[in-house]
């Protein structure tokens, strides 16, 4: 395609209509670049596009979400990936959910996981019932209903069953990886489908005059690449979207104000622990993510109420092990463009939005997008139908995560700091305060179709910053009170004697990865 | 039991209607002790239809009054609901429910469609789901094949035997009946007072489960052989839809004369305040003669798990507001569906999108709180001439004649397990399901 005049090709072949683009470029290689490669030239295959990627290694990628959410499992697999390989190749560890410390109150700690409390019944939701026995003072922990919490702290893991019987089938698991090693890895394998790379640094974006599509691109090289759908995966720089296209950003610094983050890898001091952990800091918080050879650590904070010499110095006291590399800093702001996909330029992963790692979304939204796209790939010359969809899937993809990411700053009791005093008092979105508000007063977590995080998520972050309902529906009330206590005895006694029987999380990874952990 | 102490919260449903009868029910069932649930009626004649037809989705509500739904077809005249005819000439379409064909993955059935032929893909729009094939032929499965559980069916029932078992189950679960012109007392800070029991009593929060009181309709009692229609049906007249309504040994048709704008169909955060929330948003154009049991099915599990041991009417309505909101467009989108079937031309504000996302790629779009499934929605957008125009790129890979064969096979199977069902009058004997009144009608 170097070289190529701008063009749009038809298929005689397919009878695929006009404008239905056969040449797609991807803009930038970093994570969601070459996951957007690898995907589409899997995905897509049948339909042979040409798909090219341009990248320029003089500029770094973000390599942003080591932390993963178990979607991932289902785009590896979708890819056609072996788990196995995967764990190798990425040098990744189980991950059963994020342990939040510090964040309703100093010395605060809960695990939010990835799978349900306890059991369903027919007559009310469990953790309505669950709420009952708390308010008469004998319910315990929901962690203890929970078996991914209790795999977590114990450090067990063994693969969830398909059987929704069984007490296995309770949870889902997703990976910490290394984000470099899964970028190399998704290039190779786009590389063997067919997915051509060119190197250099894009010096120009020429667009049609009439309909303001980017025709091509020019590189520093002086070659022209062509195409008819461009991807933007340029990072914050949104190259095409933001800089070409001018679509506005819409900031939410003013609900997540940390605009800055100091990242530093560090040795492990032990065996690979089966979760992230956030700990909330004097102006943020901070990540660690075990890996199979190292943790990762960062620290996200606001600039307003710390320096960034004094961010790098917390984070390093901070660490569980010898840090191995210099500390790296990121600047950011919370946020997504209006429009995620304008003319014919759609934006995937922080050329669309940032959101920041709290919840370990980023690569879910680069997935998302994919899937996405994937779902409404253009088929004609008209294809305004698809964007507004895309846009609107996307939007709501991004404002619900949102909503679910402030709540963990707002939902604080915490006034030690000026960032948590202001975190705790600023105003949030009516569709967060409907939330809350309905939560203390009914126990009861407001449900949609299309979003990330569902009941179990809510529930977590909601209990573990010390959101209590004062109340519970009247359905739980249905069961009598000597009922009710052998029901929540028994799955505190099933989560606990199935997790005694699982093997510990690093064996599983020598076995399932051949994995070298530390013992 | 819904036995409660004096000081308990009262929950009033308002309505003459089975729609208020069963709304009351279901949450005195639940209110255990702790909330007093009070069904208020008038003395004014009630403008009860004779018979009703509640959708699939409605029938774990019913279990959950401990109502048995072998019993109540036979305490009901009950006839299985596979789903609806829309009658407009000489033109018949049946929208119903059930379990979307397997496709080619990861190319839904609906993507190979574009140019296949007019009248392949009338075939298959009739061959749909089972539901659709019993619904047309007005079979159902045989007893003794576990076929019906796989089958999404509602109930067509006789009102005064639904009203009986329903009842009967709200008196066990302590349901209080008052008459308001009776009990009604004054107003306090706004809100009106009842005597509930003998003593003046604040609504902590009212429902008003009333239906569409302007509506005007003439009933019509029939002896056609209805126990081998297995489905409902609307029929567009010159100046009024005949909504006709299978029973076991005869069939009920409502005439409804006009369909006047509802006069609360004012938006839902103005008319839901102040601890009384409207369960009903008519829209003057929806024919649909199972539209207030549909909504029931998604408001009353929402209203279930809202209904807390210390009530906070404001918040629930707040939030009910939120639902009601979604829920009275989607409905929009699919009474506008119904009435073009009618011949009526209507629009809504998410059609449009819905609309375009099948033309373009055979996409049915949804959202939150939809009262009609994704099959009911793909039923309504076919019945409707609507049809996939462009090949989705996966789908436009797929040679011609694969995606044919995938449909006809598709068509044969459907057409091969209906071809085994049975009549519903011999499903309705063999199953003990006929009620002893032979000549109730």
């Known amino acids: 395609m170097q070289g190529?005049?701008?063009?749009?090709?038809?298929?005689?072949?397919?009878?695929?209509?006009?404008?239905?683009?056969?040449?797609?470029?991807?803009?930038?290689?970093?994570?969601?670049?070459?996951?957007?490669?690898?995907?589409?030239?899997?995905?897509?295959?049948?339909a042979g596009i040409a798909f090219t990627l341009v990248e320029s290694?003089?500029?770094?990628?973000?390599?942003?979400?080591?932390?993963?959410?178990?979607?991932?499992?289902?785009?590896?697999?979708?890819?056609?990936?072996?788990?196995?390989?995967?764990?190798?190749?990425?040098?990744?560890?189980?991950?059963?959910?994020?342990?939040?410390?510090?964040?309703?109150?100093?010395?605060?700690?809960?695990?939010?996981?990835?799978?349900?409390?306890?059991?369903?019944?027919?007559?009310?939701?469990?953790?309505?019932?669950?709420?009952?026995?708390?308010?008469?003072?004998?319910?315990?922990?929901?962690?203890?209903?929970?078996?991914?919490?209790?795999?977590?702290?114990?450090?067990?893991?063994?693969?969830?069953?398909k059987d929704p019987e069984s007490i296995m089938s309770t949870f889902s698991y997703a990976y910490q990886m290394d984000a470099s090693l899964y970028a190399a890895f998704m290039r190779r394998l786009a590389e063997t489908r067919g997915v051509a790379r060119i190197e250099g640094r894009i010096t120009h974006v020429a667009q049609d005059p009439q309909t303001g599509d980017v025709q091509h691109l020019t590189l520093d090289n002086g070659a022209t690449v062509a195409g008819d759908l461009f991807i933007d995966c340029s990072g914050f720089r949104s190259l095409l979207l933001g800089q070409t296209l001018n679509v506005p950003y819409e900031s939410w610094a003013s609900l997540l104000p940390c605009d800055r983050a100091v990242a530093v890898p560090c040795e492990s001091n032990g065996p690979p622990l089966?979760?992230?952990?956030?700990?909330?800091?004097?102006?943020?918080?901070?990540?660690?993510?075990?890996?199979?050879?190292?943790?990762?650590?960062?620290?996200?904070?606001?600039?307003?109420?710390?320096?960034?010499?004094?961010?790098?110095?917390?984070?390093?006291?901070?660490?569980?092990?010898?840090?191995?590399?210099?500390?790296?800093?990121?600047?950011?702001?919370?946020?997504?463009?209006?429009?995620?996909?304008?003319?014919?330029?759609?934006?995937?992963?922080?050329?669309?939005?940032?959101?920041?790692?709290?919840?370990?979304?980023?690569?879910?939204?680069?997935?998302?997008?994919?899937?996405?796209?994937?779902?409404?790939?253009?088929?004609?010359a008209d294809d305004r139908a698809d964007r507004d969809e895309f846009n609107r899937v996307m939007m709501l993809e991004y404002d619900r995560i949102r909503d679910f990411l402030?709540?963990?700053?707002?939902?604080?009791?915490?006034?030690?700091?000026?960032?948590?005093?202001?975190?705790?008092?600023?105003?949030?979105?009516?569709?967060?305060?409907?939330?809350?508000d309905l939560f203390r007063s009914t126990g009861t977590v407001t449900l949609y179709k299309d979003g990330l995080f569902l009941e179990p998520s809510w529930l977590a972050v909601y209990l573990g910053q010390r959101v209590e309902p004062k109340s519970y529906a009247l359905a739980a009330n249905a069961v009598s009170e000597e009922k009710l206590q052998t029901f929540l005895q028994q799955i505190r006694i099933a989560v606990a004697g199935t997790v005694e029987r699982l093997p510990a999380h690093a064996d599983y990874l020598r076995g399932a990865a051949r994995a070298a952990v530390p013992a | 039991m819904n036995v409660t102490g004096p000081d308990a919260p009262i929950i009033a449903v308002r309505g003459n209607g089975a729609e208020a009868l069963f709304a009351a029910a279901v949450l005195a069932r639940m209110a255990a002790r702790t909330v007093k649930v009070v069904h208020l009626v008038t003395d004014a004649p009630a403008d009860v239809p004779p018979a009703l037809c509640i959708p699939p989705t409605l029938l774990p509500l019913l279990r959950s009054v401990d109502i048995d739904t072998a019993a109540l077809m036979r305490a009901a005249d009950g006839t299985f609901h596979l789903g609806t005819t829309y009658v407009n000439g000489h033109r018949r379409s049946v929208v119903a429910d059930g379990p979307l064909p397997a496709a080619l993955p990861p190319v839904r059935i609906t993507q190979l469609l574009w140019d296949l032929s007019p009248e392949l893909r009338r075939d298959f729009a009739a061959h749909l789901t089972l539901n659709v094939a019993g619904a047309r032929l007005g079979t159902v499965p045989p007893p003794d094949?576990?076929?019906?559980?796989?089958?999404?069916?509602?109930?067509?029932?006789?009102?005064?035997?639904?009203?009986?078992?329903?009842?009967?189950?709200?008196?066990?679960?302590?349901?209080?009946?008052?008459?308001?012109?009776?009990?009604?007392?004054?107003?306090?800070?706004?809100?009106?007072?009842?005597?509930?029991?003998?003593?003046?009593?604040?609504?902590?929060?009212?429902?008003?489960?009333?239906?569409?009181?302007?509506?005007?309709?003439?009933?019509?009692?029939?002896?056609?052989?209805?126990?081998?229609?297995?489905?409902?049906?609307?029929?567009?007249?010159?100046?009024?839809?005949?909504v006709t309504i299978p029973l076991q040994r005869c069939t009920v048709a409502c005439d409804v004369l006009s369909r006047k704008p509802h006069p609360h169909a004012e938006p839902a955060a103005e008319r839901n305040a102040t601890g009384m929330i409207r369960l009903f948003a008519d829209s003057p154009i929806d024919p649909h003669p199972d539209r207030h049991w549909r909504a029931l099915a998604v408001i009353l599990p929402f209203l279930r798990e809202r209904l807390s041991v210390t009530l906070n009417p404001d918040i629930i309505v707040r939030s009910f507001n939120a639902l009601q909101a979604d829920l009275t467009e989607n409905q929009q989108d699919v009474a506008a569906l119904g009435a073009r079937l009618l011949g009526t031309h209507a629009n809504s504000s998410r059609l449009e999108r819905r609309t375009e996302q099948f033309l373009h790629r055979g996409r049915v779009v949804r959202f939150d709180a939809e009262a009609m499934s994704e099959t009911e929605?793909?039923?309504?957008?076919?019945?409707?001439?609507?049809?996939?125009q462009h090949g989705d790129l996966l789908a436009s890979q797929i040679p011609r004649a694969q995606r044919e064969a995938h449909v006809k096979a598709h068509i044969s199977a459907i057409e091969r397990r209906a071809n085994s069902f049975i009549r519903q009058h011999d499903f309705l004997e063999r199953a003990g399901l006929y009620s002893e009144a032979r000549d109730g009608k």
């Open chain 2, 145 to 242: 094949d576990n076929a019906l559980q796989h089958i999404p069916f509602g109930l067509h029932l006789r009102t005064s035997g639904f009203l009986d078992m329903v009842g009967g189950a709200a008196r066990h679960f302590g349901l209080l009946t008052v008459t308001e012109e009776e009990a009604r007392c004054g107003t306090s800070d706004a809100q009106e007072t009842f005597l509930i029991d003998g003593q003046p009593a604040r609504i902590a929060m009212m429902i008003d489960a009333r239906t569409d009181p302007a509506a005007t309709h003439s009933w019509h009692i029939s002896d056609v052989e209805a126990a081998n229609l297995s489905c409902a049906s609307v029929e567009q007249h010159t100046d009024y839809l005949r």
């Open chain 1, 4 to 46: 190529n005049a701008p063009h749009r090709l038809t298929d005689s072949r397919t009878g695929a209509r006009p404008g239905a683009p056969k040449s797609v470029v991807i803009v930038g290689g970093g994570t969601a670049g070459w996951m957007t490669a690898a995907a589409l030239s899997r995905l897509l295959a049948p």
């Open chain 1, 57 to 161: 290694e003089a500029i770094g990628t973000v390599g942003v979400g080591e932390a993963t959410l178990p979607h991932l499992r289902f785009f590896n697999e979708r890819l056609g990936i072996a788990e196995s390989d995967f764990l190798r190749a990425t040098m990744a560890t189980i991950k059963l959910g994020i342990q939040f410390c510090d964040w309703g109150r100093k010395g605060d700690a809960y695990i939010h996981p990835f799978g349900d409390y306890g059991r369903q019944t027919s007559h009310a939701p469990f953790h309505h019932l669950w709420t009952r026995a708390r308010l008469a003072g004998k319910a315990g922990r929901i962690c203890d209903y929970s078996l991914p919490v209790i795999m977590a702290e114990r450090g067990r893991f063994a693969p969830p069953a």
């Open chain 1, 406 to 436: 402030v709540l963990h700053y707002h939902a604080t009791e915490r006034d030690d700091t000026p960032f948590w005093n202001y975190v705790r008092t600023m105003c949030i979105p009516d569709s967060l305060q409907d939330k809350l």
């Open chain 2, 377 to 388: 929605l793909l039923g309504f957008l076919m019945a409707n001439d609507i049809w996939p």
């Open chain 1, 274 to 380: 089966p979760y992230t952990r956030a700990t909330a800091r004097s102006a943020g918080w901070q990540w660690r993510i075990p890996l199979q050879h190292r943790i990762g650590n960062g620290y996200v904070y606001s600039s307003a109420q710390i320096s960034d010499d004094n961010a790098a110095a917390e984070l390093l006291r901070g660490l569980d092990g010898a840090p191995t590399g210099e500390p790296r800093l990121l600047k950011f702001e919370a946020g997504r463009r209006r429009l995620q996909w304008s003319r014919n330029v759609v934006a995937i992963g922080l050329s669309s939005g940032f959101l920041e790692p709290l919840e370990s979304t980023s690569i879910y939204l680069i997935q998302a997008a994919i899937t996405a796209l994937v779902e409404l790939f253009p088929t004609q």
